[in-house]
């Protein structure tokens, strides 16, 4: 299957970001000719105030972006993974941040709302506040595309292996991660992640990225990284996009998924681990362990904790 990436340098302005993409799109379309095109988190709107954000959110199904996308995709006949975008939720402060996927016949085949919000100080002090305006999702979304059986993620989700343990336990071959990473975050962690990701599950990942700078909420300029790239299962890096906005295509191969897992059969070597887990405080409560630490007891009256002779304990 052959897929582009849309690496993007999205604004605070529904207008611009929207001709931009469509314009993107319509070259991949002309150089490329994909199965599948993924689009970058926050496609449609980046930065701004958090008003302009829930003004900026889009009704799904029915909003401009949301049209935007189906009907590319049903006039192209390609299936879109839709980045994410900003979905209104009717009766609430905050939104979602949402992948919608497209099938050829631009029929939606299911969304994703990311789950881990990015609530954190940078390394230069810049605060990023996502929950302030974004509810979190509550479940995984996996869907088939030629052959290919994709999980989904978006951006911070990178950072938590628990949900790609999950995909990976549901027989993903591929795993597609729309991002606006930090630039100061992007240079150490961003190719790390992916190809560990990809390693981890044996899979492709496509991890496509807005790059460079936009306005944050206070006026303040801030920088994505950029560096929009496919790891294969191996862990290879095939493809990867130069530090501009543009276009990055490749082919993955079912093929290479079947020899990788063949190679190393990590799938037949899972440990459930629910229940193994054990720690000094429950061998006190279990009465089991007799050294010294555990049975003596401090000058406040508290037990001492274990002193790790290990031989000495069940």
């Given at each position: ?22 314009t ?10 994909p ?16 008003a ?5 959110a ?10 935007m996308?189906q ?14 975008l ?12 949402t ?8 029929q ?6 990311k ?42 989700d990178?950072?938590f ?9 549901a027989?993903?071959d ?28 044996q ?11 936009y ?11 950029g ?20 276009i ?12 990788v897992?063949?190679l190393?059969?990590?799938?037949s ?20 362990c ?7 007891r ?17």
């Open positions: 299957m052959k897929i582009s990436l849309i690496q993007m340098n999205s604004q605070p302005d529904r207008n611009l970001n929207l001709h931009a993409a469509k993107l799109m319509h070259q991949a379309m002309e150089r490329d000719r199965d599948l095109m993924v689009l970058p988190e926050h496609f449609d709107w980046s930065g701004g105030t958090a302009e954000k829930l003004a900026a889009d009704d799904m199904p029915g909003g401009r972006a949301y049209r996308l009907e590319f995709a049903a006039r192209e006949q390609i299936w879109i993974h839709g980045g994410s900003l979905e209104r939720i009717r009766g609430s402060s905050k939104i979602y941040n992948t919608v996927v497209f099938d050829p016949k631009g939606e085949v299911g969304r994703y709302r789950i881990h919000l990015f609530d954190i100080e940078a390394p230069d002090g810049k605060i990023y506040r996502e929950s302030e305006t974004v509810a979190p999702g509550d479940r995984l979304f996996i869907y088939e595309a030629r052959g290919f059986r994709i999980g989904c993620a978006i951006c911070y990178l950072r292996p628990r949900l790609f343990d999950a995909l990976s336990s027989g993903v591929v795993v597609i991660l729309p991002a606006a990473f930090t630039l100061q975050t992007g240079k150490d962690h961003w190719e790390v992640l992916c190809r560990a990701r990809s390693i981890e599950l899979a492709y990942f496509v991890a496509c990225g807005q790059w460079g700078g306005v944050a909420a206070n006026g303040e300029r801030r920088f994505t990284y560096n929009s790239l496919v790891c294969d299962p191996w862990g290879q890096v095939i493809a990867r996009a130069a530090d501009q906005v543009g990055l295509a490749t082919h993955i191969d079912r093929a290479r998924v079947a020899a897992r063949q190393i059969p990590t799938a070597h899972r440990t459930n681990f629910e229940g193994l887990v054990r720690t000094s405080l429950d061998r006190i409560i279990a009465g089991s007799s050294c010294s630490s555990c049975t003596g401090r000058r406040d009256g508290a037990p001492n904790s274990c002193s790790g002779e290990t031989t000495r304990h069940p």
